[in-house]
């Protein structure tokens, strides 16, 4: 018999209990089935002719590419976890795009680079050490699920940084700036951790 959806409560906890004994879900966090929207400001309107993904600061080759050039670019899948600063996390979502390290190769960091500052559009910005980025799961992703990303998602390019909370996987991601010191993006400047991992709960600048 088939009780699917009538049931969906005790699959949430079933499955909330699973990842905790994984170790998966961070303290105070629950698990979601659903996809939260949660974004400042509104959702911008993709135009392919005027986006242009611009790299700049401390590398040796700053950049602008256009639409057309991003998607030339090889493409991975990366499936991951996604945890937002306010207590819900989602599992298993298949990202597919173009790995940081791919951009990495292009645009060469300078020894000196130590921090990103990543911007979106309309001033978002999100900051976070290279080393962080520099890693094989972190990526610009194009889709989830094997399916373009919604506008409220961040259709066309948002980046995807699994292991510090969700401010910093910022939506809507329109380029780069390498810094040789840690400069507090949006949420930052406004009271949230300069770092954010959510098993250590650097929630607010205060944790
Ligand atoms: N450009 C931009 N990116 C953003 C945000 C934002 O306000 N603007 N909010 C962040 C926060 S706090 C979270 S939890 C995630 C939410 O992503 P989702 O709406 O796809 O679930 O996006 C992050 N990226
Ligand atoms: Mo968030």
Not at 9 to 19: F, I, W, Y
Not at 44 to 54: C, G, I, L, R, T
Not at 115 to 133: I, K, M, R, S, W
């Amino acid at each position: 018999m088939e009780f699917s959806g009538l049931f969906t409560g005790d699959e949430r906890k079933r499955k909330e209990r699973e990842m905790t004994e994984a170790g998966r879900l961070p303290p105070h966090q629950s698990l979601t089935l659903k996809w939260p929207v949660l974004h400042y400001g509104s959702v911008p309107v993709f135009e392919s002719a005027k986006w242009e993904f611009q790299i700049r600061g401390l590398v040796e080759q700053p950049l602008r590419l256009t639409w057309d050039d991003f998607q030339k670019l090889p493409r991975i899948q990366i499936t991951s976890d996604f945890h937002c600063v306010t207590r819900w996390s989602r599992f298993d979502n298949a990202w597919t795009g173009v790995s940081f390290r791919e951009v990495m190769k292009l645009a060469r960091p300078k020894p000196e680079a130590e921090f990103v500052l990543v911007h979106g559009e309309q001033g978002y910005t999100a900051n976070v050490p290279l080393a962080d980025l520099d890693r094989e799961n972190v990526l610009f992703a194009t889709h989830h699920d094997r399916k373009p990303l919604e506008p409220d998602h961040g259709y066309p390019l948002r980046l995807i940084v699994p292991h510090l909370y969700a401010w910093k996987s910022v939506k809507w991601v329109r380029g780069l700036e390498f810094l040789d010191r840690d400069v507090a993006g949006f949420w930052e400047q406004n009271g949230y951790h300069m770092y954010g991992d959510p098993f250590k709960e650097q929630r607010f600048d205060t944790d």
